[in-house]
């Protein structure tokens, strides 16, 4: 299945959904919709610099492995054959 049979599958369930809504709520959701494609627009611009260069360790990459392995719980028991 293509994605945008899919995606006409989703926009037909959720019309079907909408059916049963007052005129006022039908005017929110498409206040909602439009203010949603307004912000999504400065969400996709800024998203990709909001994730670099936020984790700056305290700790040097030897310290932070040496950290996981010492964290390590091995609690399987074995039975011998």
């Known amino acids: 299945m293509q994605t945008t049979d899919i995606n006409k599958k989703l926009v ?4 079907e ?6 005129s006022n ?5 498409i206040s ?8 999504s627009k400065k969400n996709k611009k800024s998203s990709l610099k909001a994730l670099t260069g936020d984790f700056i360790p ?9 950290d996981l392995k010492n964290a390590r719980n091995f ?5 011998p054959f």
Do not use: V
């Not at 909602?32 to 912000?39: A, I, P």
């Open 75 to 79: 609690t399987r028991n074995t039975d």
């Open 12 to 15: 037909e369930g959720y019309l």
């Open 25 to 29: 709520s039908k005017l929110d959701l």
């Open 32 to 39: 909602g919709l439009s203010d949603s494609l307004k912000s």
């Open 58 to 66: 305290e700790k040097s990459a030897d310290e932070i492995i040496a």
């Open 17 to 22: 959904l909408f059916k049963n809504l007052s």
